[in-house]
């Protein structure tokens, strides 16, 4: 158990120092919030949005389209927490799925995981900030 544990630890390393270093712009704070992003993208999200973000074919939207991302910047927390049952139309293909509430996901969770999609699938820069993230859900109710 220990081992696991050690290797767990390394890993993390590994993915904070190739993260800091392998994209200009991003201070180790990002990279935190990224490698704790990975770990509940890939607890809550991998299963329908792919390893990589690509999404599955007409079912599941990809999480890559930096546009949309960035035209929902402000919406995004909500849909994360509250789920979305609405058509929406990302890289110029319409999903109509509903996507299931992740209500268990604290604010700071819901933080972690925007900056893991949005730095390593759409290659933005900036963190969502706990605060960012209230602000959202408090106006997106």
């Known amino acids: 158990m220990a081992k696991l544990y050690?290797?767990?630890?390394?890993?993390?390393?590994?993915?904070?120092?190739?993260?800091?270093?392998?994209q200009p712009g991003q201070d180790i704070k990002t990279?935190?919030?990224a490698v704790?992003?990975?770990?509940?993208?890939n607890t809550h999200c991998k299963n329908c949005h792919g390893d990589k973000g690509e999404g599955l074919g007409l079912l599941y939207p990809p999480l890559t389209d930096a546009d949309f991302l960035a035209k929902n910047r402000n919406r995004l927390s909500s849909i994360v927490k509250n789920g979305l049952d609405e058509e929406i139309?990302?890289?110029?293909?319409?999903?109509?799925?509903?996507?299931?509430?992740?209500?268990?996901?604290?604010?700071?969770?819901?933080?972690?995981?925007?900056?893991?999609?949005?730095?390593?699938?759409?290659?933005?820069k900036e963190i969502f900030s706990l605060e960012e993230v209230q602000k959202d859900l408090k106006d997106h109710k």
């Open 31 to 33: 990279a935190q919030y």
């Open 89 to 124: 139309v990302v890289m110029g293909k319409t999903f109509n799925s509903k996507m299931p509430a992740n209500e268990n996901l604290t604010d700071i969770d819901i933080a972690y995981v925007l900056t893991y999609i949005t730095t390593n699938f759409a290659k933005q």
């Open 6 to 22: 050690l290797i767990g630890i390394l890993i993390s390393i590994y993915f904070l120092s190739s993260m800091s270093s392998c």
């Open 36 to 41: 704790n992003g990975q770990k509940i993208y």
